[in-house]
């Protein structure tokens, strides 16, 4: 029995699959390429109407390219789209979860164990994903994640650094630490920052493991403690914070139903960028959300240009059903797009300021292979001393070796 591995989404539906890889590596189950396959398992997104359709065009694709292969779905699209997903009829089997997929695997298949493992572990770089935390409690006006995965839960210390400390073992020099929330890491709810347990944690992995680089994917401006300051600054914690920021505006966070206001975004950035020179604050933002009037527009951009950040996704507001923003009224389509538009120019305006900021200096660089890698303040270049791949060095950033 051979199977393959697909997704659209974030990174906690790519740790979901690396979870399926390592259980089918542990139990001697090839894992290849959808052409040679048995069986393909895919995880799904909802997070937009965009990530639906691509979920499903996953799907249908998968299914044509080998119409002899069975089809496992699961994840979030499969779960707040299950009526959609049941109608597809390149669908064998539909199901909620990893642990669901795994616990198929093993009751209902004839699995033919040995042969060639020829999938990696994680995704063939020298950095690797661990989830910290799932699940949110917020119910923010605009998304469905909340509903697709539940209430907060975090891991337990020990598990996190033990997974860490293996990744380390088999070759990896920078981990991940990933989740929904994970600012609310050790809260007993999201809407409890002040009960976050994230920098005690970020302080454990530095104690207990040697992992010479740790990447933080998206957090709140709520989740900014002054010991949370603190731990970012130590030189193992890869200068790069995605900050979870979504409008410029207080009265369209009021309507998100965000836990911030704009002052405590900007707060968090001027610190940020005091305590950690070269630090990349990178964020998403929402145009064209609800009732979004040009001034509150004007709010975001006027932010934007106040406070420069590295880099920034802006897309304009997709409609999630069931969601109390989807009763609102909306903007229309034309307006949403020429506001994204206006935004992202400004953004890829900064972006190309701030790599124009890095170089001349010497910076820390995880290469991934031959031909490139990516600093720890999240610039791509390329690998033109012939540095080992799966290595970490530093790097002068010169105009010739940056990627972007």
Known sequence: MKIAL?????????YELDQILRWAIGNQIPVVKEEDADYCIINTC??????????????????????????????????MQREDFEKIMEVDYLLPDMQSVIEFLEENLDICRGGDV???TGDERSRVLTQVQDGCDNYCTYCIIAAA?????????????DEINEHYKNGYNEVVLTGINIGAYGASSTKKPEESRFAELLELILEKTDIPRIRISSLGPEYF???????LQNPRICRHIHLSIQSCSDTVLERMKRNYTVKDVENVIKRLKKDIPGVAITTDIIVGFPEETEKEFKETMDFVKKNPLAKAHVFPYSIRKNTLAAQMEQVDDDTKKKRAKELQKLADKQRKDFIK???????????ENNDEGLTDNYIRVKNTQDKEPFSESATGLTKENVLE
Do not use: Y
Not at 150 to 160: A, M, V, W, Y
Not at 357 to 367: A, E, N, P, T, Y
């Open 357 to 367: 900021s890095q170089i001349g200096k010497k910076i820390s660089v995880l290469w």
């Open 225 to 231: 403690s002054e010991d949370l300051f603190e731990v």
């Open 6 to 14: 697909k997704m659209t989404g974030c990174k906690n539906n790519r």
């Open 118 to 120: 020829n999938a990696p």
């Open 149 to 161: 995965r539940g209430k907060s839960q975090s891991r337990e210390f020990e598990d996190i650094i």
């Open 46 to 79: 909802t997070v937009t109407h965009v990530a639906d359709k691509k979920s499903r065009q996953m799907v249908r694709r998968t299914k044509n390219n080998n119409k002899e292969l069975k089809t496992i779905v699961f994840g979030c699209g499969a779960r």
